[in-house]
T-cell receptor, first 112, second 110 residues
Framework: EPEVTQTPSHQVTQMGQEVILRCVPI?????FYWYRQILGQKVEFLVS????????KSEIFDDQFSVERPDGSNFTLKIRSTKLEDSAMYFC??????????FGPGTRLLVL | RKEVEQDPGPFNVPEGATVAFNCTYS??????FFWYRQDCRKEPKLLMS???SGNEDGRFTAQLNRASQYISLLIRDSKLSDSATYLC???????????FGAGTTVTVRA
């Protein structure tokens, strides 16, 4: 069964550093998403991406965040200058039009 | 008012018991509803979509009440492997982002 994959599984970084989280969505999917989950809290939507552009973003997704689909398979989330409060699990998801979203295993980001 | 609200539990039940819990949503225009399951420190995994007429998948039954804006999940004949956090998930405005509840924790004991 096709799966969404994410790398790295864990990332530790210093405050102020840039991080790039990588995702490989399911190959025939068209819509891509990033969500985050701070420890002990609910899953929160960050951004959706379709046809090489952002289709929607939340208030969390400020100028420090960016997304890119650099080639036909990868979908990345960049945090330009990490803050302590960016520590969370980041989930990538993908789907075809109006169908169930499938989530990757997540990247646990710890900002020190 | 939160977009999606759930009773956090925990619901602590013996094997073989039936457990049920609800979730409420605030946006009456919401189109799609789901129950996802999340194990500790893992990704959400789709348990089932929730349809207007209600639907069943094995031991799991989901109901949707649009008038009262709530969704329910019932688990029959609970197994130890049903221990998890159950996430109520709503597509609030017919776009593609999902709104998650904080989850209901279920622990099934032997």
């Amino acid at each position: 069964e096709p799966e969404v994959t994410q790398t790295p599984s864990h990332q530790v970084t210093q405050m102020g550093q840039e991080v790039i989280l990588r995702c490989v969505p399911i190959s025939n999917h068209l819509y891509f998403y990033w969500y985050r989950q701070i420890l002990g809290q609910k899953v929160e939507f960050l951004v959706s991406f379709y046809n090489n552009e952002i289709s929607e973003k939340s208030e969390i997704f400020d100028d420090q965040f960016s997304v890119e689909r650099p080639d036909g398979s990868n979908f990345t989330l960049k945090i330009r200058s990490t803050k302590l409060e960016d520590s969370a699990m980041y989930f990538c998801a993908s789907n075809r039009l109006a169908e169930t979203q499938y989530f990757g295993p997540g990247t646990r980001l710890l900002v020190l | 008012r939160k977009e999606v609200e759930q009773d956090p539990g925990p619901f602590n039940v013996p094997e073989g018991a039936t457990v049920a819990f609800n979730c409420t949503y605030s946006n009456s225009a919401s189109q799609s509803f789901f129950w996802y399951r999340q194990d500790c420190r893992k990704e959400p995994k789709l348990l089932m979509s929730v349809y207007s007429s209600g639907n069943e998948d094995g031991r799991f039954t989901a109901q949707l009440n649009r008038a009262s804006q709530y969704i329910s999940l019932l688990i029959r004949d609970s197994k130890l492997s049903d221990s998890a956090t159950y996430l109520c998930v709503v597509n609030p405005s017919n776009d593609y982002k999902l709104s998650f509840g904080a989850g209901t924790t279920v622990t099934v004991r032997a």
